[in-house]
C-alpha cells in the first residue's frame, strides 16, 4: 500500500500518520482546553450583627431556594 511521504527533521513519515498527529492533537487541545474546575456561583456575604440574624437569614434563603425549585416561577402571561 504505497502513499505519500514527506520528509520531516530529515525523517520519511506517511501522510497518514502526519493526519493522526493532526487530529489528535486537535482533539487532544479541545479536551483539555474544555476541563477544569466547575466553580460554584459565590453567594454575597452575610453581614448579620448577631448569629440569630444570621442563623435566620439563611434559613430564609434555603427555605426559598427549595420552594422555588419545587414550583418554578409561571410563565408570563400571552397577549
Not at 500518520?17 to 474544555?34: Q, T
Not at 453567594?43 to 435566620?56: K, Q, R, V, Y
Amino acid at each position: 500500500m504505497g502513499g505519500q511521504y514527506y520528509n520531516l527533521f530529515g525523517q520519511k513519515v506517511a501522510s497518514q500518520y502526519l493526519a493522526m498527529g493532526v487530529l489528535g492533537s486537535l482533539f487532544g487541545g479541545v479536551y483539555l482546553a474544555s476541563g477544569g474546575s466547575s466553580k460554584t456561583p459565590a453567594t454575597p456575604p452575610i453581614n448579620a450583627s448577631s448569629s440569630d440574624e444570621a442563623d435566620f437569614i439563611k434559613k430564609f434563603l434555603e427555605t426559598s431556594e427549595s420552594t422555588e425549585k419545587q414550583a418554578p416561577a409561571a410563565a408570563p402571561a400571552k397577549h
